[in-house]
């Protein structure tokens, strides 16, 4: 079974509106990170989480740690065409030095 | 800083071939991760380097699989002899721990074709 699920695994939003993706852990959360990917390319950090009710903004995006629920949830606000693409959550479950990643959100922007 | 750097970017090959892939860190990060990236089982970590020294490689699939870290400033993952269900994009991450976090850069990826 998948540690960190995704949802949903796929989203078509209206330009301009606001999406939120979701990521479930089945264990404890140590760090919480969040990637974007555009098709064919490498992986770009967006924000880490570390600690319970932790909340970071960059731009138009806002990611959120709920450390009892083992849940953080990312919020775009009036998206944009340059938000799309693959959004993967990674976490540190065992505190050492490795990332779980989930299969990631695609996220397309229609215009 | 270039960032980090792989080589080559597309990679087509006939099945028992051998494959070399090729990664050099940001100057200065002391771990070094291998990632494999496919549809079905999204992204997975192969082995990872902390100062030159492998720590975990569990990820690695099979012995057909070997990576290396000669130095600090280059990496390289071997597939020999390589199959088709290797077939999959390759990622190269590096990292430097701090109490802020260990945020890993990614390498633009290797996209691997095995005939």
């Known amino acids: 079974s998948q540690e960190l699920e995704q949802s949903p695994q796929s989203l078509i939003v209206q330009e301009g509106k606001n999406l939120t993706i979701n990521c479930t852990s089945s264990?404890?959360?140590?760090?919480l990170y969040w990637y974007k990917q555009k098709y064919g390319e490498g992986l770009i950090f967006l924000m880490m989480l570390q600690k319970g009710g932790e909340e970071k903004s960059h731009e138009k995006i806002t990611a959120k740690l709920d450390e009892k629920k083992q849940q953080s949830s990312l919020h775009i606000t009036a998206s944009q065409p340059s938000h799309a693409g693959i959004y993967l959550c990674g976490a540190d479950m065992n505190r050492d030095d490795k990332i779980i990643f989930g299969k990631g959100t695609r996220l397309h922007i229609l215009p | 800083d270039a960032g980090v750097i792989q080589s080559p970017r597309h990679e087509v090959t006939e099945m028992g071939q051998e494959v070399t892939l090729r990664c050099k860190p940001i100057?200065?990060?002391?771990?070094l991760f291998w990632y494999r990236q496919t549809m079905m089982r999204g992204l997975e970590l192969l082995i990872y380097f902390n100062n030159n020294v492998p720590i975990d490689d569990s990820g690695m699939p099979e012995d057909r699989f070997s990576a290396k870290m000669p130095n600090a400033s280059f990496s390289t993952l071997k597939i020999q002899p390589s199959e088709p269900r290797d077939s999959a994009v390759y990622f190269c991450?590096?990292?430097?721990?701090?109490?802020?976090?260990?945020?890993?850069?990614f390498g633009p990826g290797t996209r691997l074709t095995v005939l």
């Open positions: 991450a590096s990292s430097f721990w701090d109490r802020g976090g260990d945020e890993q850069f």
């Open positions: 100057s200065g990060h002391d771990y």
């Open positions: 264990k404890t959360l140590y760090g």
